[in-house]
């Protein structure tokens, strides 16, 4: 196998994959397995990176479904402009973490009027994803005499799919159809709410500059069409972000040095249309993902019909994404190496498993590794983002992995 292009951010010495500055097998040996691990400078480095290349003036976001570990958020809280929060419960730890009123958007669709209530009582930026939910929101805030913020999240005419953009958006649960923007724009001029800004979030995991860069553009001509109708000043624009990280075979790191420069012109275009605009981006997996690995020991090694099944104590049930299984088309392997044996050679293709008791428990498939044994370990990469808490943990009533933000060294 060559070198995947996740292990460039990953020291190894002597044969060991590193993770704050300390052996795989030196947390596990404290912690056991299974075991998520999260580099706490790494994740600083990437938001650094990002900074130096992104235009400045920019506000990042961290999206916190991505990684909703409370150190991970509050790691991240020193670092970034504003936390997105999805849920009452992202809410609560993005107060905790020190995030206040503006610098908290809450976006998703189907809040409830509990959820509704708590963020006009915390003063965040309510993103609204439907005309009902506007009129939800509004008695909720009549009723607590409250002027909330608030955005529309637009569902634009374009799609951003795999082989590029697509003019005419299709029906959504996200956001309010563009071309009933308008109208809704005038109406909401009328109510007692304050609109600050609009949010339009166009894909995730995208790994083509090219079609980011499309897709910016998009965004900021749809801008262009409902400027006109916003009524008072624009003051908060969330482009969404979408940048992706290298998973698969082929995969190649995004390359933002053009993003960034297509990205600043569309600033200064904006900055002469709305002064005080704040704009913004949100990410998840791009500020997290390449820092986590998932680590597990091989518990039984056996021989099937001519294939070398390895069968570890983690799975589907802790990392559902890593199995395929997380609205992946087709299932295809993360990078997976065996942290305590990183110059031996491939020798050998293995299956790699998981205990759980259904087909769908596949690790890697057809992998090349080096030749592993019951009480080896394993480490599964690029498991910062929609690892443990997008995954199905009571499913079979397996323990709850540990999970570390592990220290800068
Ligand atoms: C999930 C989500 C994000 C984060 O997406 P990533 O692909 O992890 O960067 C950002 N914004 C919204 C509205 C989301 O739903």
């Not at 650094?48 to 920019?58: F, I, K």
């Not at 976001?61 to 790691?75: G, L, R, S, T």
Request: charged share 20%; aromatic share 6%.
């Amino acid at each position: 196998m060559s070198r995947h292009p996740a292990l460039r951010h990953h020291q190894v010495v002597d044969g060991e994959l590193l993770l704050g500055g300390r052996p795989v097998r030196a947390w596990v040996e404290g912690h056991g397995t299974p075991l998520y691990l999260y580099d706490r400078q790494l994740i600083a480095q990437r938001v650094a990176e990002l900074r130096t290349v992104l235009p400045s003036g920019l506000s990042l976001h961290y999206a916190i479904k991505a990684n909703p570990m409370p150190e991970v958020v509050q790691h991240m809280a020193q670092l970034v402009d504003g936390l997105d929060v999805a849920s009452a419960a992202e809410l609560a730890l993005a107060r905790g973490a020190g995030f206040s009123g503006t610098q908290i958007s809450f976006a998703g669709p189907g809040k409830r009027d509990e959820e509704l209530e708590q963020a006009i009582r915390a003063g965040v930026i309510v993103v609204l994803e439907s005309e009902g939910e506007l009129r939800r929101l509004l008695e909720i805030a009549q009723r607590l005499c409250e002027r909330p913020p608030v955005a529309l999240r637009i569902n634009p005419a374009f799609r951003l799919r795999a082989s590029g953009l697509h003019m005419g958006g299709g029906p959504s649960p996200f956001g309010i159809d563009e071309e009933r923007v308008p109208s809704l724009l005038q109406e909401i001029a009328q109510l007692p709410l304050e609109l600050v800004g609009l949010h339009v979030f166009a894909g995730s995991q995208n790994l083509s500059a090219e079609h980011l860069i499309a897709s910016q553009a998009a965004i900021f001509a749809l801008l262009q069409r409902l400027l006109p109708y916003f009524p008072g000043d624009l003051r908060w624009l969330n482009i969404g972000g979408g940048l992706g990280i290298p998973y698969f075979p082929g995969d190649q790191p995004l390359d933002l040095a053009p993003i960034s420069e297509a990205l600043a012109g569309h600033q200064r275009a904006l900055r002469r249309q709305a002064p005080e605009c704040e704009l913004v981006m949100e990410l998840g997996r791009f500020l997290v993902g390449e820092a986590g690995v998932y680590v597990a020991r091989v518990v039984d090694r056996k021989l099937s019909r001519g294939k070398t099944f390895l069968v570890t104590d983690g799975g589907l049930h802790q990392h559902l994404a890593a199995t395929g299984n997380l609205g992946q088309v087709l299932r295809r392997n993360f990078p997976i190496v065996a942290p305590q044996r990183m110059d031996e050679p491939y020798t050998e293709r293995v299956n790699i498993v998981g205990p759980l008791c259904t087909p769908l428990d596949v690790l890697a498939n057809d992998i090349e590794m080096p030749h592993l044994d019951a009480g080896d370990l394993i480490a599964v990469l690029q498991s910062g983002a929609y690892g443990l808490s997008a995954s199905p943990l009571g499913f079979l009533g397996h323990p709850t992995p540990v999970e570390l933000l592990v220290p800068m060294t």
